[in-house]
């Protein structure tokens, strides 16, 4: 990371992630059960994501291509060889009582993510990535409904055995607007592999590391640079629950606060596991920090190590996000904003290119990042919800690069029209009326309202140029407002002058 100095006197923030993205497959990590969420609760399930006895995992090829491509996307240390451990705990979301997941042999090792925070680039280290099974979920139940109030908690196992990767990040952040930032960038990032759904309902889900460290514990003048003795000896919570950027956000600056206030008096911060409760806006105790050696780790030996050389080198990525932006502002001559909106998403990205390609950059960038982008926004759509569709919106940008019809008509009536009704863009056109009048219709119409309205043409003459602007009203009357003024304008000048 890039410099940042310590203030005399300062309490440092200290913030490192573990984020769990659920990747998306078809079927679980160790079982062919549906990974849809929304059937019934309970109905895809089957022995070996409910833990039976004597049922056996098999591993998953697509969980381990999505893990590949994140590795990739990271930059990180694939090794040819891997394990799986068992992470033993009791608790009614795990079945089996313990998680499949990795240990010390994770399948990314070493990573980073580049992110930008107030327009400085920063990297972000990451430590390992590894591949696990999800638990199950908890829906608690009357009562205050949360964790520590409800009646009673139901589980559903449908969840059980879904492949996850939990990416966990070195220590680096030094605010929860910075952790904003890297979590819409990893998000970004994700979509573009196509391993991820952020639609999904707790699809991506964080437990977020946080401790205060005085400034005069830490030896060098780089707040980036603390020793792992510091860190170590910081008492961290680690905040779990929180399930959107804008909750990791709020969760940690809530407890940022809340921990800088105990040292300003004096208190020690308690080493603990937090539950972010999102509804009242706080973090509440949940128990003491378990450690390592609380989990008996030991290898599943029901799965043999996993070998992923040779094969790894057959995956491939597409082009990542940042490297995109650069090309676009390069490629196309864009700004760093529209390009930052153009390469959102893949499917922007790519649409955009496409548009581009067959007309013009600045008028592909002017219809889809503001014109498209900014309607669907409007109307809390996504480009992906206009599938089979993007045609027509190509169809219509035609229409305004062939001056068939005024960017205006093509924006506020054409595209809300398709958006709002569903309807085809020249049937829009047709049925408004919106095609531009033909030249010499409007010409006709100039002759027209020039032999009706002498005595705006003696005003005209005598150098009231105001009198243009009744003519220009007359002929767009004759022409049902499908001319454009400024045309006419001109066409009427040029008679006059004749
Ligand atoms: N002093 C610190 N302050 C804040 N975060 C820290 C500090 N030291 C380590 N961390 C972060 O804590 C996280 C440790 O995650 P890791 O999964 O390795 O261990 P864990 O939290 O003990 O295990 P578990 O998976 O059971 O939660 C990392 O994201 C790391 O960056
Ligand atoms: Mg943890
Ligand atoms: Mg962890």
Not at 35 to 62: H, I, K, S
Not at 81 to 87: A, G, I, S, V
Not at 329 to 346: I, N, V
Request: charged share 30%; with cysteine.
């Amino acid at each position: 990371m890039t410099a940042q100095t310590v203030q005399q006197g300062d309490l440092v923030t200290v913030i490192g992630l573990e984020v769990h993205v659920q990747l998306e497959t078809d079927t679980k990590i160790f079982c062919g059960c549906s990974t849809d969420q929304t059937d019934e609760p309970n109905e895809n399930v089957c022995p070996v994501c409910l833990g039976l006895p004597g049922a056996l995992p098999v591993l998953n090829e697509a969980a381990v291509e999505a893990a590949v491509k994140i590795g990739k996307a990271i930059d990180a240390d694939i090794p040819e060889e891997t394990r799986f451990h068992r992470k033993n705990y009791y608790y009614p979301d795990l079945p089996k009582n313990f998680q499949i997941t990795q240990y010390d042999e994770p399948i990314c090792q070493d990573g980073d993510l580049e992110i930008s925070v107030e327009g400085q680039r920063r990297t972000v280290t990451i430590e390992r990535a590894h591949l696990e099974e999800d638990p199950g979920s908890l829906q608690h139940v009357g009562g205050g409904g949360g964790i520590d109030s409800a009646d009673y908690t139901l589980v559903d196992y449908n969840r059980a055995g879904t492949p996850l990767m939990e990416i966990v990040t070195a220590p680096d952040f030094r605010s929860p607007g910075e952790v904003r930032a890297f979590l819409a960038e990893l998000e970004e990032v994700l979509e573009y592999l196509g391993v991820f759904d952020a639609e999904r309902d707790g699809s991506l889900r964080i437990d977020a590391n946080l401790s205060i460290i005085p400034e005069d514990e830490i030896e060098s003048d780089d707040v980036t640079e603390i020793s792992d003795e510091a860190l170590a000896a910081a008492n961290r919570t680690e905040v779990k629950n929180i399930s959107s950027h804008k909750g990791a956000e709020k969760a940690l600056a809530y407890e940022e606060t809340r921990q800088k206030n105990a040292i300003q008096r004096g208190r020690a911060v308690e080493q603990e596991t937090r539950h972010w409760d999102e509804s009242r806006g706080i973090t509440v105790s949940m128990r003491s920090k378990e450690e390592e050696k609380d989990y008996r780790y030991f290898e599943e030996a029901d799965l043999p190590p996993l070998r992923v050389s040779g094969w790894k080198d057959e995956i491939s990525i597409p082009e990542l996000p940042t490297a995109r932006r650069e090309r676009f502002q390069e490629e196309y001559g864009l700004s760093e904003e529209a390009a930052s909106k153009l390469t959102s998403t893949k499917q922007v990205a790519d649409f955009y290119e496409d548009v581009a390609g067959e007309f013009d950059p600045d008028l592909a960038a002017t219809w889809v990042a503001d014109n498209l982008l900014g309607e669907l926004n409007y109307r809390d759509m996504e480009i992906t919800d206009l599938e089979g569709r993007l045609e027509d919106v190509m169809r219509l940008v035609e229409l305004v690069a062939d001056d068939e019809i005024t960017a205006k008509n093509a924006h506020e009536t054409v595209l809300r029209s398709m958006l709002d009704d569903g309807d085809a863009p020249d049937e829009i056109v047709d049925r408004e009326g919106l095609g531009k009048t033909g030249e010499d219709e409007v010409q006709q119409a100039v002759v027209e309202a020039i032999d009706e309205n002498p005595d705006a043409v003696d005003d005209y003459e005598s150098g009231d140029d105001g009198a243009i602007n009744f003519l220009v009203g007359q002929v767009m009357q004759k022409t049902g407002g499908s001319a454009d003024p400024g045309d006419v304008n001109q066409l009427l000048r040029a008679e006059l002058e004749a």
